[in-house]
Nanobody, 120 residues
Framework: VQLQASGGGLVQAGEFLKLSCEAS????????MGWYRQAPGKERELVAT???????NYADSVQGRFFVSMDSAKKTVYLQMSSLKPEDTAVYSC???????????????WGQGTQVTVSS
């Protein structure tokens, strides 16, 4: 399983940005997809996750501003980021928790990060 993320960039505070991340491969099913971020000098933190069953989870710092969605058929997770703040500046990485068909063991794959920079 491989992940390909896109959509990062430079925006001004208050603007909108949308990230996408597609999982590719064969013979697997998705349990959860999501996003983490890491700012310079800080630890990696959870941003948002979306389970195949439809459950969503957000960091308190983005609740009400970010929206995570997933297209199971396309094996793609999206992160819509509104009202962006300079403190949202970070490298955003997507991840997927998955299993091979017919197996129960869950595996995780991480994608390369995409830079999001919010100027004040």
């Amino acid at each position: 399983v491989q992940l390909q993320a896109s959509g990062g960039g430079l925006v001004q505070a208050g603007e909108f940005l949308k990230l996408s991340c597609e999982a590719s491969g064969s013979g697997f099913s998705i349990d959860t997809m999501g996003w983490y971020r890491q700012a310079p000098g800080k630890e990696r933190e959870l941003v948002a996750t979306h389970s195949d069953g439809g459950s969503r989870n957000y960091a308190d710092s983005v609740q009400g501003r970010f929206f995570v969605s997933m297209d199971s058929a396309k094996k793609t997770v999206y992160l819509q980021m509104s009202s962006l703040k300079p403190e949202d500046t970070a490298v955003y990485s997507c991840y997927v928790r998955w299993r091979y068909w017919g197996r129960t063991f869950l595996r995780e794959t991480w994608g390369q990060g995409t830079q999001v920079t919010v100027s004040s």
